[in-house]
Every structure is written in C-alpha cells, then in structure tokens.
C-alpha cells in the first residue's frame, strides 16, 4: 500500500489538501500540493496517514 | 517477433494520453478515454510513418516499474523481453512533477528513449510554463512539447524518434544523493556476470532493493546466497543512514529528484481565482449535491438516447415492415420466403431496432468518459460498494459493463486481489450492457414508457447491490482500499469521441451484426421445418405456466444466449407480427417479465467465453448459474407483482 502511494505521488513530507468527502464515511479528495495530484483514498487508508495541521496561508 | 523493424514502446503513466498519441500517429486502432487504466491490453501495431515500418507497442499505463497490478506486470514483461529500440515516453505535461518520476526510473533503464511532453496545453491553461529545452538538459534526453489530441507535435517526435533509431542517443540513469548511490553503486559491483541482468548493472541492483520481500529475498536466498548478503547490506547501511525502509528511500530520492527538476524547469504562473474545473469540480464532488447531479446525469442520459433512438425507431421500422408484406405476397410460404424473411428480420432488425439506441448510446457514454466524469462517479459511489463489501475500484469495470461485460471482466486485471476479482466478475453480468440497454429501451421503453425503462435500471442496479452483498458474505476477506486517481476534467473532443463510436460499432458490425443475421436465418428455418413447436412445447413449463408469456416466445430465449439483442428481434419473428402490432399478441406486463427474464437470464455467449478465460471454469459456470436461478426468481416475483 505505501508502496502505491509512493508511485502515485504521495511521500512523506508532501503538502496536501482534503477537497471532498463522501458521505456515510465515504473516500476523501485528496490533493496533494507537491506534486499537483488529485487521488481518491478510502476511508480505511485515509485514517492511517498521518497529517500535520497547516495555519491557512 | 519480426525484428526486422524497430520496435518502439509507448509507456507512461495511466491518462497521460498514450494511446491518444498512439491513434493520432497509427490511426484509429487503441481506444482512449479519460479514465486511468483504459488500456488493459497492450496494442500491437505495424505502422508505416513517413515510408518507414515501425513496431509500435502501445503498453497500459503504470504509474513505476514496481507493479502491484497485474495490468501492470504486462509492462514490465514487454519493457524487458521484446528489448526496445526506442522508448516514448509520454508525460502528462499537467502533472510533471509525479509524471517525472516514471520518466527518472525508466532512464535508470538506460535504453534509447525521448519524452513526449503531451497535454501542453492543458499544462498552460493550469498556468504551468514548462521549459521544454531546459528539461531536455536536466534529463540528458530529447523532450518534445505534444497535442496528441489535436496531433500538434508529432512531426517533431517523430523526427526526434527517427533520430534516435539512426543514430545513437546515449542514456545515462540519473543519480541520486552520494550516500545512496554509494551503496547502490556498492551492490551493482558485486553482481556478478552470470546473474542474469536486466537493463544494466544499476538498475539490477536497485530493482533488488526495492523488490518485495518474499519475491526477490527468499528465491534469492536460494540462488545466490552471497549476493543475498550483500544486498541485505546495503539495505541495512541505507536504512540506517536514512531510518526508513530502502524501498521508501529509493522511492523517495526519485520524488525528490523529479521535484526539482519540474521546479527548475516550469513557472507556476496561476493566480488566486479558481480555474472553470476547480470550480464545477467542487460541485461535481459535493458530498450531497453531487448525489443529485450523478442521477441527473444519468437520467437525462438516459432520456436522450431515448428521445433521439425513439422517432428514428418508429420511422426505420415502416419500410422494414412494408417489405416483409411484399416478400410474402411474392414467394409464397415456401423455403424460399422462409431464408429471405429470416435475412430480412435479421439485417432489417439490426437497423431499425438495435441501431437508433446502439449508436447514441456509444456517443454519450464516450462523451462521459473524455470528460472525466466517470472516476468521479467511482468516487461518489465508492461508500456504496463498500456497503456492498467491494471498493471504489471495482467502479471502473463496472462502469465499463455498462458499455459490453466482455471488456469489462477483461478490465478487472486492475484489482490487486483475486477475491475482488471474482465478486467483480460474477456482478458485471448482471450490469445492463448496451445491447440490454437497447432492449430495456426498445422494448420497455417504447411499450409501456420511459419512465418504467429508468425504473428498470435503478432496480437492476439495486439488484447488483444486493447480489454483490450476498457474495461478499460467502468470500469474506479484507478488500484493500481505494486509491483511485482522479483525472482533471476535460472538455472532450468530438474527433475522439467520434472515433470511439466508430471502433465499437465496427466490432459490433463485424462480431455481433453476423450473429444476429445467421440467428434470424436459423429461426426462420426451424420454423419452415416445424420444428421450433418442438422446443417450445420443452420450455412451454417454465416460459407459459411459469412466466405468464405465449408459448412461441420459448425459442427466443434460447437463443438469446448467444447475443442479447437476438432475442429482440426474434421476439417478433416468433410471434409472427411486425413491430407495430406486437401489442395485440403480448400485453404490457408480459413485456416487463419478459425483458427481466432476458436480461438476467444468462451472461452471453462472449461473456461467457472471457469469464472462462480470465478467471476460470469454475467461475464462468458459477455465473451462469446465479444468472438463471437470478432471472426465474425475480420474473416470477414480477409477475406476482404486476
């Protein structure tokens, strides 16, 4: 799995944005800023990536 | 493999327009869509560009070399057995960042490659300038700005392709940060000569590193213990450095390295007003909005198709039928008749019954996936299937099933599980493919009214829901989750949706048309020779007390095992009146129980064959039977309930 995050872009460090959320506890939009890609993620990967809070620019 | 031409491999990442660019150069041969993953085989083609023959290798798209699909796997076996002259690269300008890191991995390989920088446009009006020359010297290999889509740019990759394959154009892999590449330097020297390598020294070397655990450690351990030792070394001295898995290191080195070069090679020039996608994205996603507008699509999706295959329907159908009256006024009731109204019905039906919903069909449903829509579908779908116990990327062949099963069982190869698999596979059946679709409309539709027709879809779909909940509970297993790639929005060009249109309607011309014309004929002559009442009086149990419809309908269902739409139109051949008056021999209800039946009833003959194929006997013969045990008890249940 981290492996397929990596190949699509997602690493360790990268700057992220969440854009949408299903509804019932559905998949989240996930932009990543770094390197400019949007992936769906499901709940159950979504929930085990760490996230550090930015302030808004 | 002919050698004698220079074979040359498309790769890149999944919608990153390979086989847009593969078309525009071949002709119309691979289809294209927005919609990552749509090219599960790999096109094949001998072209002849500018008086020289080329072996193009158009390979589905892969986002590294380390697969974790078995689509994926298909490139890497290509990339190392036919040994390519020349590689193209296709990178998705719009996203060069992550695109560069294929690109950076496939230089590793050091074989002869340039990068076609497709979707510049697209890259422009996301207010990205890229550089192409200064890219060209930080990769050390030709980079040529594309348009697959409206062809601008493939003189020049051409030119830069023929260049390569004269002369030489010398690879160097890039490299990554000393204490690393010290390490991996370290490995590639202690490989020795009858290892079998792949590419170069190096790129073994790394490939070992980041190899799976039980793929490469535990075979290797076995073949080459000394080895073993060293590459357990150096991934120890690496993640000791690092304090992270090697594999994340590798893979981390490449991010960074295609990081920078995409920084120092583009100018982000965007404001701070959202651009039209981002916009009706936010909207298009909403958690709640979106519901609505995904049924609103389809509806009047739907409805479209009706409203434009209706009239035409109704206007194709006069002549078919003024014909058959002059055919039987002129050849009497012999055998004669019997041959030439079976080709009548077949040829004559296909026209006027298949073809008015058939075609427009295919044109939205290809205008839905340029546009992108669809994996945002996946997305807003995705807590659904996981009701059902399958994830959001099981949405893509199913989405496709609603097109033909055929491919979309093919198009489950993108599943990493095998139980994902084969709870996808045993469901597509029950998707309404475009030949039910046209039933559900020709029949449902024109009969009783579009607003049943759409009532049929829904409840098909919720069909599909229940039986993938059923399934899900004999296979339990955890499914892995999703991560889809979301394609940006496009706006689609009419040429390609064209295009596509056309490649599906000529395979349906040239595998589907023969079946439905050879089918007419058969029927024609069982009945010249009486002996359809034969099988009818078999199937007289389940098709009159079962099922509530006229005895001479049994024979249809028969043969509808072979191609959906035959059962339409032998629907009437059977019951022996033309398409006007069917009304007078069949009432409304019958034709609601009888559509189910049909489409439930069992996978096609090419369905079928492609389960058998892809995942197993067992599997295909499990289908069939869940589709027959599926069909008689819902038309029974339909038929207590009207």
């Known amino acids: ?57 | 493999m002919n050698n004698r031409f220079p074979i040359v491999v498309f790769i890149g990442q999944p919608n990153s327009g390979k086989s847009t660019l593969f078309n525009a150069l071949a002709g119309p041969k691979a289809e294209t869509s927005n919609f990552p993953g749509t090219s599960i085989k790999h096109t094949h083609s001998k072209v002849n560009l500018e008086g020289r023959l080329l072996n193009i290798i158009d390979l589905p798209g892969t986002y590294s070399l380390n697969p974790s699909e078995p689509a994926e796997k298909v490139v890497l076996t290509h990339l190392f057995k036919e040994k390519p002259d020349l590689i193209v690269n296709v990178v998705d300008a719009s996203v060069l960042g992550r695109s560069l890191e294929l690109t950076l991995e496939l230089l590793e390989l050091e074989y002869p490659m340039i990068v076609a920088l497709n979707m510049f446009d697209l890259a422009e009006k996301k207010g990205v300038k890229i550089d192409p020359a200064k890219l060209e010297k930080r990769l050390g290999v030709r980079v040529v700005p594309t348009i697959a889509l409206h062809g601008r740019g493939l003189k020049e990759l051409l030119e830069a392709a023929y260049h390569c394959l004269d002369e030489s154009c010398p690879v160097s892999s890039p490299r990554w940060s000393k204490d690393v590449e010290d390490e991996v330097d370290r490995l590639a020297k202690s490989i020795s000569p009858d290892f079998s390598i792949v590419a170069n020294r190096r790129f073994t070397a790394v490939k070992l590193i980041e190899a799976n655990e039980t793929f490469c450690c535990e075979v290797l351990e076995e073949i080459n213990p000394l080895l073993k030792k060293d590459l357990d070394r150096a991934k120890k001295n690496i993640e000791g450095k690092r304090h992270a898995p090697a594999y994340e290191v590798i893979s981390a080195e490449r991010h960074h390295l295609a990081l920078k070069i995409s920084e120092q090679t583009s100018r982000v020039e965007r404001g701070k007003h959202l651009s039209w996608d981002e916009y009706l994205d936010d909207i298009l996603m909403h958690p709640i909005l979106g519901y609505p507008i995904l049924a609103a699509i389809f509806l009047g999706f739907f409805f479209l198709i009706f409203k434009i295959g209706n009239p035409l329907e109704g206007i194709l159908l006069q002549p078919l039928s003024s014909l058959r009256i002059y055919f039987s006024g002129h050849l009497g009731s012999g055998l004669l008749f019997h041959l030439v109204d079976g080709l009548v019905q077949g040829i004559g039906g296909g026209i006027a019954i298949v073809l008015p919903y058939f075609l427009p069909l295919l044109f939205f449903m290809a205008f839905l996936e340029d546009l992108g829509y669809l994996a945002r579908a996946g997305f807003l779908l995705d807590t659904f299937m996981h009701r059902i116990g399958l994830h959001g990327k099981s949405i893509s062949p199913f989405i496709l099933g609603f097109g033909c099963n055929v491919p979309a069982i093919m198009s489950t190869r993108i599943l990493e599980s095998q139980r994902d698999r084969i709870i996808t596979s045993l469901l597509i059946p029950f998707i309404p493919c475009s030949a039910r679709t046209t039933i559900i409309l020709a029949l449902v539709a024109f009969y009783v009214g579009p607003v049943w027709a759409f009532g049929f879809y829904v409840f098909n779909i919720l069909l599909v829901a229940v039986i993938g909940r059923v399934l899900t509970f004999f296979f339990k297993d955890p499914s892995p989750g999703l991560i889809l790639e979301i394609p940006t929005l496009k706006l689609p060009s009419l040429r390609n949706m064209l295009i596509k249109t056309y490649l599906q309607f000529k395979s349906f011309l040239k595998f589907a048309w023969p079946i439905l014309i050879g089918g007419s004929i058969v029927l024609s002559l069982l009945q010249f020779l009486s002996l359809d009442k034969t099988f009818n009086r078999l199937l007289s149990p389940l098709v009159v007390h079962g099922l509530g419809l006229p005895q001479g309908l049994g024979i249809t269902l028969v043969f509808g095992f072979l191609r959906k739409e035959l059962t339409l139109i032998m629907m009437l051949q059977a019951l022996g009146v033309d398409y006007k008056n069917l009304l007078t021999v069949i009432s409304r209800e019958q034709i609601i129980v009888f559509t189910v039946f049909v489409s439930f009833f069992i996978p096609c003959l090419s369905t079928f064959a492609v389960l058998w194929k892809e995942i197993g006997k067992r599997v295909a013969f499990l289908s069939a039977g869940l589709s027959i045990g599926a069909a008689i008890l819902l038309s029974l249940l339909v038929r207590l309930i009207i």
């Open chain 1, 1 to 57: 799995m981290r492996r397929r995050l990596f190949a699509l872009g997602f690493h360790v460090g990268d700057l992220v944005e969440v854009n949408a959320q299903g509804i019932l506890r559905g998949p989240l939009l996930v932009n990543n800023l770094t390197s400019d890609t949007s992936v769906a993620l499901g709940h159950g990967i979504a929930q085990k990536i760490l996230v550090e809070i930015l302030p808004d620019e």
